[in-house]
C-alpha cells in the first residue's frame, strides 16, 4: 500500500510532466532505409523505445510519454544500433557517465550526446 506522500510524489511527477514525438527522416541522398530506429535517454532510463516506419510522412516516430519536465535531459538516436545525429536536437552536451558515454556521438571537439530542454505543460 502506498502512503499520502508517495501518491502526492507521483501525482506530481505526472502533472510536470510531457509528451515528445521523436522523428526520424533519412539524411538527404541516403535511399537504403535502416533495419532498426530507436530513441534512447535519460527520460526512458537509457533503454531504446523504437520509432516505427511511417511510408505515408516517409519517415520513422515514436511518442515517448511521461518525460519529467523542469528538467534537461540528455538522449541519443540510434540508428542501425549506432548513435547517430539528430538534426531536430536542442544542443549537443557533454556526456555523464556511464549510460551516456556508451551512446555518445564523435564530434570535431569531444564527444558529445543530444540535448532535450526542459518542457512544462
Not at 557533454?94 to 549510460?99: I, S
Amino acid at each position: 500500500m502506498s502512503s499520502p506522500l508517495t501518491r502526492r510524489t507521483a501525482e506530481s511527477e505526472r502533472k510536470h510532466s510531457y509528451t515528445r514525438i521523436f522523428r526520424y527522416r533519412l539524411p538527404d541522398g541516403q535511399t537504403e532505409e535502416p533495419q532498426s530506429v530507436e530513441v534512447v535517454g535519460s527520460f526512458s532510463r537509457w533503454q531504446p523505445v523504437v520509432l516505427h516506419r511511417d511510408g505515408k510522412q516517409d519517415s520513422w516516430h515514436a511518442p515517448v510519454h511521461h518525460i519529467p519536465g523542469n528538467k534537461t535531459h540528455h538522449y541519443m538516436l540510434l540508428i542501425n544500433g549506432k548513435p547517430a545525429y539528430d538534426k531536430l536536437c536542442d544542443g549537443l552536451a557533454t556526456p555523464h557517465g556511464f549510460e551516456e558515454e556508451q551512446f555518445q556521438l564523435a564530434t570535431e571537439k569531444v564527444p558529445r550526446v543530444l540535448m532535450l530542454f526542459a518542457q512544462t505543460k
